[in-house]
């Protein structure tokens, strides 16, 4: 197979394999002739396509040809651009996408389970600084935490060690101070920590008494708190500390819990022209799978909706559901306007070099991580996962921002498609999965699991089985790359004022 088309709709298929001009491909029992090179990932037209005709990919418009585009001709940014424009108005038109089988899913993993009824995947310490002018401090408490614990008799089921290092805390005011302790507050109360240590300098806008409000109601055995200005040590103080977590948490084990507890962030980064596909298709039928089974996902990247949220809309549980992806949507067409930069100034010139035109394009492929399944609730930035089934969150494309918002917003890793390749991983452990081979192979030390099969004729459904058994093993403790790595990053939205 040297070209895929997507649906019959289309008129443009894909190039699997890089193409030259002369080269005879056959598609639906046609010959088509190349009459200019085309590189792997990117579109050649199907047949000719005159000057403002809609381009079709997925079945759905990709924007529209600003020049004749001729049967067998390279189509790309050089002759075709995007429809997008301005704000638009929606109305609700429900559809139902997604039939769950009639019998339970029972499928399970090893957990820690927490007393709120939460389950971890990890039983990791950590410590969050309040305030980005000691992250080394954090460093240096965890060194002298490890050696004071070296030769402990007690037995220990402790993952790791690890500071949240940001970069905030200080100088911010209103909703940059209030997004940045809502991302914390997140981290601190998500399940994967077994003890957590909040240190704070003592002279930061992000003081401990208004950040504390952000955590409600919290496990006062596994969060404590110290301020390093308020003592005379601060390093011994802190160890001690993180001693005392690490001797609270060497009892918890894993035990049986059901797949239903799991929750999963749909992301993507570094995308490609196979991106809508292969992994993001896998990932969407892996969301389908877990909402099927009671569990949650949630899908963030806003901007990266732009052009496709009618998919999503329509599929929004009720109406009340509909105008919140409204709001979510026109919302963050407003944040751009108001910038004064282009709301549809996307993809980005990786995903142009791996064959992404337009945003429409991009946006047709992304929305795919969400599967099928009904929209049961829209996030907030910095909000938690309420509702079992799909939900949505606010935030934008950036690989670390959204990335860290899922995990604050409680999931318990990431699942991450990717066509160029990417080493990042966030605080919760982060599923690389490739959309093409060649990727999988180059790249050992950053992929963890390879959706390019599918362009060599291995069926979904075998793909999606090894899938879930990969990610109830990572829910069971093995390790991502990323993990394997030491790679652990976290970055809050900032659209504010810095004193």
């Known amino acids: 197979m040297s070209i895929l088309q997507i649906t019959p709709k289309d008129n443009v298929a894909v190039a699997v394999k890089e193409l030259k001009t002369g080269d005879v491909v056959t598609i639906g029992g046609q010959f088509l002739t190349l ?29 529209r040809a600003i020049v004749e585009i001729r049967a067998g001709e390279h189509v790309h940014a050089h002759n075709m651009k995007t429809n997008l424009e301005g704000l638009e108005e929606y109305s609700y038109e429900p559809k139902n996408y997604l039939t769950c089988p009639d019998s339970s899913i029972m499928r399970k993993f090893k957990g820690f389970m927490r007393k709120n009824g939460l389950v971890g995947i990890r039983n990791e310490i950590w410590i969050v600084p309040t305030v980005g002018c000691i992250n080394e401090i954090g460093d240096l408490v965890i060194k002298k935490a490890k050696s004071m614990l070296d030769g402990k008799s007690f037995p220990f089921t402790i993952d790791g060690f690890n500071v949240m290092a940001h970069p905030f805390g200080c100088s911010q005011l209103g909703g940059d101070l209030e ?31 208004s950040f504390v409000a952000h955590l409600g109601d919290f496990d006062r055995e596994r969060v404590r708190f110290l301020i390093a200005q308020e003592v005379d040590d601060e390093i011994e103080a802190g160890a001690k500390i993180i001693c005392e977590l690490a001797e609270n948490a060497s009892s918890d084990r894993r035990e049986d819990v059901p797949i239903s507890l799991l929750s999963v962030g749909l992301k993507c980064g570094g995308s490609d022209g196979f991106s809508g596909i292969t992994a993001n298709p896998l990932l969407g039928a892996f969301s389908d799978f877990l909402v099927c089974a009671g569990g949650s996902s949630v899908l963030t990247e806003v901007p990266e909706m732009f052009g496709a949220e009618r998919l999503l809309m329509e599929r929004a549980e009720n109406e009340e559901v509909f105008e919140k992806i409204v709001k979510l949507i026109n919302g963050f067409k407003e944040y751009f306007i108001f910038h004064g930069q282009p709301v549809y100034e996307n993809p980005s010139p990786g995903n142009k070099a791996g064959g992404i035109t337009t945003l429409e394009e991009k946006s047709l492929g992304c929305v795919q991580k969400g599967g099928r399944a009904p929209v049961v609730d829209v996030l907030p930035y910095g909000c938690q996962v309420t509702k079992k089934g799909l939900s949505l969150l606010e935030g934008p494309g950036n690989d670390l921002v959204s990335s860290t918002a899922l995990g604050a917003a409680s999931c318990h890793m990431v699942l991450f498609s990717t ?18 081979s060649d990727l999988y192979c180059r790249k050992g030390n950053w992929i963890d699991f390879n959706a390019g099969t599918l362009l060599e004729g291995e069926p979904m459904e075998k793909l999606l089985d090894k899938f879930i058994q990969k990610i109830i093993d990572i829910a069971c403790g093995e390790k991502t790359k990323s993990e394997e790595n030491g790679f652990r990053q976290i970055a809050i939205w900032k659209d504010g004022v810095t004193l």
């Open 35 to 63: 009459i200019s090179d085309v590189p792997v990932g990117h579109k050649v037209a199907l047949k000719d396509i005159k000057s403002g005709e809609k381009v079709v990919k997925y079945g759905f418009p990709i924007g």
């Open 179 to 209: 997004k940045t302790q809502k991302i914390l507050a997140g981290i601190i109360k998500h399940p994967n920590a077994a003890g957590v240590l909040v240190l704070g300098l003592g002279c930061e806008n992000n003081t401990l008494d």
């Open 419 to 436: 066509g160029r390749g990417t080493p990042f991983g966030t605080f919760v452990p982060t599923v690389k999965v490739s959309t093409n």
